[in-house]
T-cell receptor, first 111, second 117 residues
Framework: GQQLNQSPQSMFIQEGEDVSMNCTSS?????WLWYKQDPGEGPVLLIA?????ELTSNGRLTAQFGITRKDSFLNISASIPSDVGIYFC???????????FGAGTILRVKS | GAGVSQSPRYKVAKRGQDVALRCDPI?????LFWYQQALGQGPEFLTY????????KSGLPSDRFFAERPEGSVSTLKIQRTQQEDSAVYLC???????????????FGPGTRLTVT
């Protein structure tokens, strides 16, 4: 089936540093999404991207939908302790249908 | 409540037992999804409803898995004769239906952690 390759698997960074993670696919997606999941909770939507080349920001978060529609990246600027968690990319081939998720990037922040 | 709720939050079952997991979507959300999340992995799609119609069940791993949404609101995921490999977090998500081409995104519940011993 469809798979998303997400990297890095984990990051341990100093508070205040910028973070970058990305996701690639062998398939084309019409929508790219980035979620954050805290322990014992469900994923929470951070950013949604709907057009190839689109660059979208949400506070300190910035994400881009790759031109080829096969990749996306997420940047977090000036990381803070509450950024700790697992970040997932997800792709969708049609509006309203199932999401395909990456395996996640575990983010740890040293304060 | 304002969000998607799931119950129970934790379930321990002995191998061979049947379990039923409940999902209460956000009021007014037409679409409902079930995902399975194994430890250390991302969620994987199981099945999708629009109102009471099950439109896609391609992700259900075996015929021991069954989902229903009889009145187009609450949904139940049932697993018969549970096996150890069924141990995972089961996530439910809901969204508004597509209107005028705009996609409404999925909101996830906290999940039910199933442990099969």
């Amino acid at each position: 089936g469809q798979q998303l390759n997400q990297s890095p698997q984990s990051m341990f960074i100093q508070e205040g540093e910028d973070v970058s993670m990305n996701c690639t696919s062998s398939s084309i997606f019409n929508t790219w999404l980035w979620y954050k999941q805290d322990p014992g909770e469900g994923p929470v939507l951070l950013i949604a991207l709907y057009k190839a080349g689109e660059l979208t920001s949400n506070g300190r978060l910035t994400a881009q939908f790759g031109i080829t529609r096969k990749d996306s990246f997420l940047n977090i600027s000036a990381s803070i302790p509450s950024d700790v968690g697992i970040y997932f990319c997800a792709g969708r081939t049609e509006y309203g249908n199932k999401l395909v998720f990456g395996a996640g990037t575990i983010l740890r922040v040293k304060s | 409540g304002a969000g998607v709720s799931q119950s129970p939050r934790y379930k321990v079952a002995k191998r061979g037992q049947d379990v039923a997991l409940r999902c209460d979507p956000i009021s007014g959300h037409v679409s409902l999804f079930w995902y399975q999340q194994a430890l250390g992995q991302g969620p994987e799609f199981l099945t999708y409803f629009q109102n009471e119609a099950q439109l896609d069940k391609s992700g259900l791993p075996s015929d021991r898995f069954f989902a229903e949404r009889p009145e187009g609101s609450v949904s139940t995921l049932k697993i018969q004769r549970t096996q150890q490999e069924d141990s995972a977090v089961y996530l439910c998500a809901s969204s508004l239906v597509i209107l005028a081409g705009r996609a409404y995104e999925q909101y996830f519940g906290p999940g039910t952690r199933l442990t099969v011993t």
